[in-house]
């Protein structure tokens, strides 16, 4: 076999092995949504609506209802080690975001789980990380960090947005 002949069978192995890594990736967000679905179908969890943002992420939305307010909800799961529960808490003007840093990041060092930030959209997000293994994926775990979430809203989010609308 000639040196240009190795080469291009090396490479043609490599764009193979990669095409495989990326179904693999693909199957895992598949096996992650799909064990999300049976449990909330088994656990007869209500309003959690699949949305297909691509082949390597998945999200699910819901609402959680808090101090009156629908507050949109979102559990991302895709291909890394991470799954990710966001809320999304209120739609502030930039200059009001910038003002608020201060007090998210004092939220942030009293709640160590859950991060507070503000996003392009200058959109307060609330956001619990999940790490867990491909085969250590429990849609339970997530299920019961909502429920913690809510609880954490629910005691802090009257405060959270006083301290956003003063001037």
């Known amino acids: ?3 240009e002949k190795a080469e291009t069978t090396e490479v043609k192995a490599e764009i193979t092995a990669a095409e495989e890594a990326v179904k693999t990736e693909t199957n895992t967000v598949s096996k992650k949504i799909e064990a999300m679905k ?3 179908e088994k656990a007869r969890i209500n ?4 949305i297909d943002a691509n082949e390597n992420n998945k999200i699910l939305r819901s609402n959680l209802l808090i101090e009156g307010q629908s507050l949109p909800m979102f559990i991302v799961v895709n291909d890394t080690v991470y799954s990710y529960i966001q809320v999304h808490l209120v739609t502030v003007k930039e200059e009001k ?6 007090y998210l990041n004092e939220l942030n060092e ?3 789980m859950l991060k507070y930030f503000v996003n392009k959209g ?3 997000v609330l956001t619990c990380s999940v790490p ?3 085969d250590a994926f429990e849609p339970a775990l997530l299920i019961a960090l909502i429920d913690q ?8 989010y009257a405060e959270l947005m006083k301290k956003i609308w003063q001037d």
Not at 47 to 50: A, E, K, M, P, T
């Open 1 to 3: 076999m000639t040196k």
């Open 38 to 40: 049976e449990f909330i």
């Open 47 to 50: 309003g959690i609506q699949l």
């Open 97 to 102: 975001a910038e003002k608020c840093l201060p």
């Open 110 to 112: 009293r709640f160590s």
């Open 122 to 124: 200058s959109n307060i």
């Open 132 to 134: 867990a293994s491909d």
């Open 149 to 156: 979430v809510k609880k954490h809203l629910e005691e802090n």
